[in-house]
């Protein structure tokens, strides 16, 4: 409920990632500074901030191919920057993100049911959700 604290916390929290440098972090902070402004309707910075997120999850995913939490990052990330590219209009983009993110999750949940089952299924909603607004 404090989101003005949260966000100069994560602020600051985001200046000392990138002086650390270490990816899964930083990603991690940039994530947390879009969630603040997604909630506060700050799409700009939000999808910016997502975006530098997703370019470290991508590149995190691709030299550790066998690392199934790094994929699942993935896959939340592409959908926290659908989310927030459908929130300015581009239903379409979004719905790119969505796909690429169910591939993932499809992978994830065949390699642990249990584990990412729920991922799926509930991307697969949203990926419906979505399509049914972009065909109305």
Do not use: W
Not at 4 to 21: F, H, K, M, S
């Amino acid at each position: 409920g404090l989101t003005d604290q949260a966000a100069d916390a994560y602020d600051e929290a985001l200046t000392y990632a990138r002086q650390i440098g270490e990816p899964a972090g930083l990603a991690d902070a940039l994530t947390n500074v879009g969630d603040v402004a997604y909630e506060e309707q700050r799409l700009d910075t939000a999808v910016d901030a997502y975006e530098e997120a997703l370019a470290l999850r991508r590149a995190f995913a691709e030299q550790q191919p066998g690392d199934l939490g790094g994929k699942r990052a993935l896959a939340l990330a592409l959908e926290r920057l659908a989310d927030a590219r459908e929130d300015r209009g581009h239903r379409m983009r979004a719905l790119d993100l969505y796909r690429e993110s169910l591939d993932i999750s499809g992978a994830l949940a065949s390699a642990d049911p249990v584990a990412y089952g729920e991922d799926l299924a509930i991307t697969r909603r949203r990926l419906a959700e979505l399509e049914d607004k972009v065909m109305a």
